[in-house]
């Protein structure tokens, strides 16, 4: 029997090898696969940190990062002592292969050599253990550095994000107050517009009261029209995607902790738990299991090409996944995380690219190229934003947010992001590539770049779709319900235009024009 626990994301206590799931290799899905049943030493680069510390200090207070920067001095120090017992490692080498050769070169220099070599013996038996635990604490220090920000990332909270582009009606400035009739719990829960006034009564979009009862607060039920509405807009995010070349993956939603680790998702909210840790029943329960529900599909997208070396020629690898997100700290910022804006399980398509390290500049702009294509074809009034530094996770070196606006909440919020995270999930995955050559000879491994984009988070794409697409008559009733006709044909039943849905009249609308409109 599995148990969920919320907790903080921290390494676990048992090794991979000793994973109760863990596949052993007689397991692989064929008998010749190469592929390791765990993951490789993480391999970082001390270099940058150890030459300009002065530069890593002030990223973290940039990102106003959970990690005192004194860690830095704590680092380089460990490093300088470190670098002086390796030189006596090599000199303690040097004497005892020495002392080898001295043998057979007379009785009393046989004897002499002997005793050097008992001497360098203990002192080598002392400094290989204490230069291992020097190198055990740096990585342990390392591991817990963020990834450097981009030059051009803007430094400071999310007020400092610079708007990169709008598109898609356009909103007035100052934008109007929220509508609290358009508020989309207000229209799809089971008391609300859409059951109460259409001409199917009884059939609303959402029920968090029954989900509440049955799982506890910000667990999303979505149901009739609701439920259609997510399965078009993952069949219509996939088709896009597809389209541009990924390669479709349905990803386990469960993950080995410390992968998702490695992949760069702790907690960034003070004491607020961000991860469902999988217990195996037994009292230590979450802590040991060593398994966690995915936070995203990026997890185990990125980790499916742990402890590989491309060929260069093979990059980019695109891949597209459908998978559930899992959330412990939904809930956690207040009234505006009510309803489907913040939950502790939502669909995701996620779009993950490995390439090499001068690739991947461009190919963030490729990926915020694609999202702008899949959301400009719903109808939102849309907008681009550079993210500041306090908003990069522990991976992301530079980050692009589109977000909508929901007249409902009277303010503008997130439906995807795009983060470049150079070598800093490759490192720590074992994600490398050969580049190409024209000798013989076979070049250097390099460490890979990793990217991750939304496709389409699915609880808010539905929020904004809902709250600009409800008509409303003159007593506040649901008259229709515009959706973006490029969902149509991904409607499962859909019928003629304006055919009355379960919830509501839906009427489609061309791709591209807008969903809001004043009256009926």
């Known amino acids: 029997m599995l148990r969920l626990a919320a907790q903080r994301l921290q390494p676990s206590r048992r090794s991979l090898s000793s994973c109760p799931l863990c596949l052993s290799r007689s397991a692989s899905s064929t008998s010749t696969s190469s592929r390791p049943t765990t993951l490789p030493p993480p391999s970082l680069d001390l270099a940058p940190i150890l030459a300009n510390p002065s530069r890593i200090k002030q990223n973290l207070l940039d990102r106003n990062y959970p990690l005192d920067p004194s860690v830095v001095d704590e680092l380089t120090a460990l490093e ?29 220099a046989t004897e002499e050599a002997r005793k050097e070599g008992a001497e360098l013996k203990k002192l080598l038996k002392r400094l290989e253990p204490h230069l291992a635990g020097l190198e055990k604490q740096l990585q ?25 582009k709008t598109f898609g009606p356009s909103i007035p400035s100052p934008p109007p107050s929220a509508i609290p009739s358009l508020d989309h719990l207000a229209l799809t829960s089971p008391s609300g517009s859409l059951s109460s006034s259409s001409s199917t009564p009884g059939k609303p979009w959402t029920d968090f009261p029954s989900s509440t009862l049955t799982s506890g607060p910000s667990w999303p039920l979505l149901l009739n029209s609701g439920a259609l509405l997510e399965l078009a807009l993952t069949q219509y995010a996939f088709s896009r995607t597809l389209h541009r070349g990924f390669s479709p993956v349905l ?18 909210d003070g004491e607020a738990q961000q991860t469902y840790f999988l217990s195996d029943g037994t009292p230590e ?23 590989r070396i ?21 809930g956690a910022r207040g009234a505006d995380s009510r309803g489907l804006y913040r939950v502790h399980q939502f669909s995701k398509v996620e779009m993950v690219v490995v390439c090499t390290e001068e690739q991947s500049g461009e190919l963030l702009e490729e990926l915020r190229s694609l999202q702008e294509e899949i959301l400009s074809g719903l ?26 606006w929901m007249p409902g909440r009277g303010k503008w919020g997130e439906l995807s992001s795009a983060s470049n995270c150079t070598d800093y999930q490759s490192r720590r995955l074992g994600i490398r590539y050969r580049p190409s050559t024209t000798t013989s000879a ?24 809902v709250e600009n697409g409800a008509v409303l008559g003159e007593k506040g009733e649901v008259v229709k319900m515009r959706l973006p006709g490029c969902l149509r044909r991904f409607w ?22 807008a969903l809001r409109v004043e009256g009926p």
């Open 80 to 108: 300088t002592e470190a670098k002086g017992v390796r030189k006596e490692l090599q000199a303690a080498r040097e004497r005892r292969n020495a002392a080898a050769g001295a043998g057979g070169k007379g009785q009393q």
């Open 140 to 164: 342990h220090l390392a591991l817990q550095l963020p990834n450097t920000s981009h030059e051009a990332s803007p430094v400071g909270d999310e007020d400092q994000a610079i708007t990169v």
């Open 251 to 268: 990803t386990p939603d469960v993950v080995r902790a410390e992968v998702a680790e490695r992949c760069g998702f702790r907690p960034r």
């Open 285 to 307: 329960g979450a802590k040991e299991a060593g398994l966690v529900l995915a936070g995203t599909a990026e997890v185990p997208l990125v980790a499916m090409s742990a402890a």
């Open 310 to 330: 491309f060929e260069a020629k093979e990059l980019p690898l695109r891949q597209v996944a459908l998978g559930r997100a899992f959330r412990a700290e939904a």
């Open 379 to 404: 109808g939102l009034s849309l907008r681009v934003l550079d993210m500041p530094t306090q908003e990069l996770g522990a991976s992301a070196h530079r980050k692009y947010d589109i977000e909508a």
């Open 442 to 465: 076979p070049s250097k491994t390099l460490f890979a770049h990793t990217l991750n984009a939304t496709a389409a988070a699915i609880p808010r794409l539905i929020v904004a779709l």
């Open 492 to 513: 499962l039943g859909s019928g003629e235009l304006g055919v009355v849905e379960e919830g509501g009249v839906i009427e489609w609308v061309e791709e591209g024009e």
